[in-house]
C-alpha cells in the first residue's frame, strides 16, 4: 500500500494518540509545541528500535564499543563544536501577526523549491526575490522581517545562580556526538580499543526548532542515536563507504521497504563535513532525511584539542606514527526510525467487506509480540488457563491479556498496535490442551499445542 499522503498521514497520528503509541506534551494545558510524549505502546516501539540498532552498532561489532554521557557538558564543547557561532536556520517574523518561521519552509510552502540542505546565503537571496509570493501561514499578510540567524542551541542556568545567567549559559546537548568525542581519550586509554574504533551511544537531544510541525518528525527534544568511528587519514573514505552500506542494510533488517528509501547526497555540507550523505525516507510528506552519514575529517577533534589544550592525537603503538583521527559518523533520530516504522507499517485492507487497519511492523520491532484470550471473560475455567499461559509466556515476550469485547474486536484492535499473534483459549482447550494461534498477517488461525508455545514462538522471533 502506497502510504505517501497527508490524508494517510492524519490516519497515523490519530492511530498514534487513539491507540498509545504517541501523545502530545502537556495535553491539558494546550500541548508544548514541538514535544510528545511516548505512550505504552510507542515507549515498546522506541526502545525495540534502539535495541535493534545496538545489537547493530554495539553488539555484533568487535570494533565499536558503548558510551552513556550527560547531557550537559562544558560550555566550551558548544564553542569548539562550532555551534555557539554556526549553528543556526534562517528565520524571519511576519510583521503583522509576529509569528516566527523558518525561512526554507516559507519558500517550500509557497512552492519554490528550498531545499532544507540550501546554504543559508542562497536561502536568503531566494526569500528576497520572492517576497511578493510568501504569505504569512498564520494571517495571510506578505510582510515579514529579513531573514536572520536563529541559533538553535539551547541555553540552560544549570550550576549557575547569578540573575543574569544569560551572559554564561550552558547548554543542553545539541547533538550527543559532542559526549563521544569528550570520551574519546578516555576509551582509548581504560577499552583495548586500536584505530579502527568507534564509539555509539543513545540519549536526548535538544535543538530550538523554529517550526514545530510534522509530528514526531522534527521535534526540539529528541533522541539521537549516534556513532562515530576513528580511523586513520587515509582510511576515513573507504570506511565511510563501508558504513553507508551498513547502514542502508540496518533498515532493511528494520523490515522497510527498499523502495521508500533512497540516498540524499549533500551539495552543501555543514560546517564541519567533507563529505555528507543522508538516507531518505519516502514520508507521507515526501522523502526526507531520516539518518545522515558524513565524513568529518580532523575537524572535531582539532578543534576540542585547541580549545582544551589537551593533546587528542593517537600514536600507531606498531608504527609510531602519530596524527589525529578522521572521524566518520553515522547519526539518525530515534523519533524519526519510529516515524519510519510507523507510516511504512500502516495498511489499510478490506477483509470480508470490511475495513481493517493494520499495523504491518516487523514481528522484532512490534510493541506486543502475543496477545492471549480467553474465549468468553466470565467462564473462570478459560480465564484462569489463559492466564497461565500469559503468566508463562509473558517471561519471554512482552505479551497483552486481553478478556474485553467480542474476539473480533480484540483482533481488530491488536491489529491496530501490530501485535503479530494472538492467541485464543477456547472449550477445546480444556480438553485437549491445544489454543488456536493467529497470525496478524494472514489471519490464518492454527491449532497449537500448549507445551509447544514456546519452542513455536522462538522460532518466530530474534532473542
Ligand atoms: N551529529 C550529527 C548530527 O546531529 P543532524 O543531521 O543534525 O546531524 C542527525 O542530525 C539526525 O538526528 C537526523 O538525521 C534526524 O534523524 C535526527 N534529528 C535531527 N534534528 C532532529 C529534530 N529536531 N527532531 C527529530 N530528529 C532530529
New binding site residues.
Given amino acids: 500500500m502506497f502510504n505517501n499522503s497527508p490524508q494517510i498521514f492524519d490516519k497515523i497520528i490519530s492511530l498514534c494518540k487513539r491507540r498509545g503509541f504517541i501523545f502530545a506534551s502537556s495535553e491539558i494545558y494546550g500541548g508544548f509545541a514541538a514535544i510528545y510524549d511516548y505512550g505504552p505502546y510507542g515507549v515498546e516501539l522506541a526502545n525495540a528500535v534502539k535495541r535493534e540498532w545496538w545489537k547493530s552498532m554495539v553488539q555484533y561489532r568487535e570494533d565499536i564499543v558503548g558510551l552513556d554521557s550527560a547531557i550537559f557538558m562544558h560550555p566550551k564543547v558548544w564553542e569548539a563544536s562550532g555551534h555557539v557561532a554556526g549553528f543556526s536556520d534562517p528565520l524571519a517574523e511576519c510583521k503583522s501577526c509576529h509569528e516566527r518561521f523558518r525561512v526554507d519552509h516559507l519558500l517550500e510552502e509557497a512552492g519554490i523549491s528550498a531545499d532544507e540542505k540550501m546554504s543559508e546565503e542562497e536561502i536568503n537571496k531566494l526569500f528576497a526575490e520572492n517576497r511578493e509570493k510568501i504569505k504569512c501561514p498564520s494571517c495571510g499578510k506578505k510582510d515579514f522581517t529579513e531573514a536572520r540567524k536563529f541559533n538553535l542551541l539551547v541555553q540552560s542556568n544549570l550550576g549557575n545562580f547569578a540573575e543574569d545567567w544569560t551572559k554564561n549559559p550552558v547548554y543542553l546537548r545539541g547533538?550527543t556526538?559532542q559526549g563521544i568525542y569528550m570520551n574519546y581519550k578516555n576509551v582509548l586509554d581504560s577499552v583495548r580499543v586500536k584505530i579502527p574504533f568507534g564509539i555509539a551511544q543513545i540519549g536526548k537531544a535538544f535543538?530550538n526548532?523554529i517550526t514545530a510541525r510534522q509530528f514526531i518528525?522534527?521535534?526540539r527534544e529528541?533522541e539521537?542515536m549516534?556513532m562515530q568511528y576513528f580511523t586513520h587519514p587515509d582510511q576515513e573514505m573507504a570506511e565511510y563507504e563501508k558504513l553507508k552500506k551498513y547502514r542502508w542494510k540496518f533498515y532493511l533488517g528494520l523490515g522497510i521497504k527498499e523502495e521508500n528509501l533512497k540516498w540524499y547526497k549533500h551539495e552543501h555540507l555543514v560546517f564541519y563535513a567533507r563529505e555528507g550523505y543522508d538516507i531518505e525516507y519516502n514520508f507521507p510528506f515526501g522523502f526526507k532525511?531520516?539518518?545522515?552519514i558524513?565524513a568529518r575529517g580532523d575537524y572535531d577533534l582539532t578543534q576540542h584539542s585547541k580549545l582544551s589544550g589537551q593533546d587528542l592525537s593517537y600514536t600507531d603503538s606498531k608504527t609510531s606514527e602519530k596524527y589525529i583521527p578522521h572521524i566518520i559518523?553515522s547519526?539518525?533520530?530515534v523519533?524519526?526510525t519510529v516515524l519510519t516504522v510507523l507510516c511504512d507499517a500502516y495498511c489499510e485492507e478490506t477483509v470480508n467487506n470490511e475495513k481493517r487497519v493494520v499495523m504491518k511492523f516487523n514481528k522484532n520491532l512490534a510493541p506486543i509480540k502475543i496477545a492471549i484470550f480467553p474465549l468468553l471473560k466470565n467462564k473462570p475455567k478459560l480465564v484462569k488457563k489463559a492466564k497461565e499461559i500469559f503468566n508463562d509466556l509473558k517471561e519471554r515476550w512482552m505479551c497483552e491479556f486481553d478478556d474485553n469485547g467480542n474476539i473480533g474486536k480484540r483482533y481488530r484492535r491488536q491489529d491496530e498496535i501490530g501485535t503479530p499473534y494472538c492467541i485464543t483459549v477456547d472449550f477445546d482447550t480444556l480438553e485437549d490442551d491445544t489454543v488456536t494461534v493467529r497470525d496478524r498477517d494472514s489471519m490464518e488461525q492454527e491449532r497449537i499445542a500448549v507445551k509447544d508455545l514456546k519452542r513455536f514462538f522462538d522460532e518466530k522471533f530474534n532473542r
Avoid: I, K, M, N
Fill in positions: 547533538e556526538c535543538r526548532e518528525f522534527r521535534t529528541f539521537q549516534e532525511e531520516l539518518e545522515g558524513h559518523e547519526s539518525a533520530g523519533g524519526r
